[in-house]
């Protein structure tokens, strides 16, 4: 299998998450350690009526601008006519493999066409980066479509998304895309 490739924001994730782990440790000790005196209801009752209001104004002034920003940031807008034909790509799902044909297609539009021998599978397609371009369910019985525009040349990993069986983690294929 080849080797995946993480780019920058993953690995800012990572550290976010990191950070942010520690600061949650950091604030469960100190409360730990400070909860041992008593300290009468009412005191309580009261703190605890604030935090859930801020609590409640945080959430809602969060998700407003999450939702009105986030709104400006569809990408729908950016969408293109698709120029000439799609290359058919058959893909078949089985326990536990991925069959390909072809499984090298030049630069431009592909139509995958996908189905499974077996059970459901589904099939994730990731940019030679590995980033996440798509995924379309593997079904017996039926042909599911799906068309992307993969003009980046080099290798695509297919992977299986849906818990398939034993050998699930071990459903993966190579979709090359030549040199222009
Ligand atoms: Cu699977």
């Known amino acids: 299998m080849r080797e995946l490739t993480y780019s920058e924001p ?3 994730i990572a550290i976010a998450f990191v ?6 440790v950091t604030a469960f000790v100190a409360i730990g350690r400070s909860s041992r005196r008593e ?5 309580v009752k009261a703190i605890g009526y604030g935090v859930r209001t801020w609590w409640l104004v945080g959430l809602v002034t ?5 939702v009105v920003v986030s709104l400006f940031m569809l990408p729908y807008s950016n969408a293109q006519e698709p120029v000439g034909a799609a290359q058919e790509i058959a893909v078949k ?12 297609v030049a630069p431009g539009r592909v ?3 996908v189905t499974s021998a077996d059970v459901n599978h589904g099939l994730g397609i990731y940019s030679p980066k ?4 798509g995924s379309v369910q593997a079904m017996p019985g039926y042909e599911n479509e799906l068309d992307i525009q993969l003009d980046e040349p080099g290798e695509y990993l297919l992977s299986c998304l849906e818990m398939c069986g034993a050998g699930h983690h071990k459903m993966h294929a190579i979709l090359k895309v030549a040199e222009r």
């Open 10 to 12: 993953q690995i800012w």
């Open 19 to 24: 950070i942010i782990s520690a600061l949650l």
């Open 39 to 43: 300290v009468p209801f009412e005191q």
């Open 62 to 66: 969060v998700l407003t601008v999450g």
């Open 93 to 104: 799902g089985g326990q536990y493999y991925w069959t390909v044909a072809p499984n090298e």
């Open 111 to 113: 139509r995958f066409s």
């Open 130 to 133: 590995g980033h996440m371009l």
